[in-house]
């Protein structure tokens, strides 16, 4: 029979042990990602019965995601009371608007076609402060020398430059395009990422270039699982350092432009080893019906960043 003493240490010992598996159990759960899924994901452009990005809000909550990132050209209004009721729509449904998907086009040796790019970048880091979104994507636009987006993909996202100029052209105006929309990403507190988005930014080494020159903790890197189109493993782990959002592209019933067949779990643990804890992103970009391939897509992803080693 154990003595006073004998009990406390042995009841000390269990609580340590107590302590420790509940340190271990939180750490397992941190290293898990949320999911969110981008209103494109429903609307892709064409679906004109899902655009409604209130819609999408309501229907991402009852499909079970922790967030949804809205695209810019899918919203219907930049009326203040057409942001709020998105804000209150996100807040009611428990779900986080985490991220702002924008369009811009730095590309040009037009210095006014920049300004006014620079110009519609800062007006869109305002539109995120407004809904509370922390992280807008960025792009570097594309040359504009393909016919159209259709050629592009079939080119695999390569694409000349214009007559008489070069991406070394290119990368200079990006990044002083770039380093004039800082201001205004730290005043509104929204951290813009790079997205790996054809353009300069087809490949890890032009994403980074940019990053790297600009050397600001308001410009990271938007990561996209599917727009890597050869190696994209080795590719995105270029990226992962610097990533504040991925988003994960899916494609069931086929792809829309192209089709790849992604190693999630193996993305998951590359992500977990450069220790990302940020929001994955739905990019559901199949021909199956949204309402039915978004849900598969949500519970391959759970699956994928569900944390285990």
């Known amino acids: 029979m154990l003595n006073r003493r004998e009990a406390l240490c042995a009841a000390a010992i269990g609580a340590a042990a107590l302590a420790t598996n509940a ?14 899924v981008s209103t494109y994901s429903f609307w892709q452009f064409k679906h004109q019965d899902l655009r409604d990005v209130e819609a999408c809000i309501n229907r991402s909550a009852e499909m079970g995601f922790d967030g949804v990132e809205i695209l810019h050209r899918q ?23 985490c991220g702002f998907s924008t369009h811009q086009g730095f590309l040009s040796p037009d210095e006014a076609v920049r300004q006014k790019n620079i110009d519609h970048t800062i007006h869109c880091i305002e539109l995120a402060y407004q809904l509370g979104i922390p992280t807008m994507r960025v792009n570097t636009g594309t040359w504009g020398t393909s016919k159209d987006f259709d050629e592009l993909m079939k080119n695999r996202g390569i694409e000349s430059p214009r007559e008489g100029y070069t991406d070394e052209d290119g990368f200079g105006w990006v990044i002083d395009s770039l380093e004039k929309c800082l201001p205004a990403a730290e005043r509104c507190g929204v951290l813009m990422g790079l997205e790996n988005h054809w353009g300069l930014g087809r490949t890890p080494e032009g994403v980074m270039r940019v990053v790297n020159a600009i ?16 190696d994209p493993y080795d590719r995105l782990e270029q990226l992962a350092d610097k990533a504040v959002l991925v988003q994960a592209k ?8 192209y089709e790849l067949d992604l190693d999630y779990p193996r993305i998951a643990k590359m992500l977990r080893e450069h220790k990302y804890r940020g929001y994955v992103s739905l990019e559901f970009e199949g021909r199956e019906d949204p309402l039915t391939g978004i849900p598969k897509s949500l519970a391959m992803l759970r699956e994928s960043f569900a944390g285990r080693a």
């Open 250 to 257: 899916t494609y069931y019933g086929g792809g829309l432009w």
């Open 75 to 97: 919203m219907e209004s930049e009326e203040n009371t057409y942001l709020q009721k998105l804000k209150r729509a996100a807040f009611v449904n428990g779900v986080d608007l």
């Open 23 to 36: 340190a271990e159990e939180e750490a397992t759960t941190a290293r898990r990602n949320r999911i969110a």
């Open 215 to 230: 050397d600001s903790p308001w410009l990271q890197v938007t990561m996209d699982t599917g727009n890597f189109l050869e």
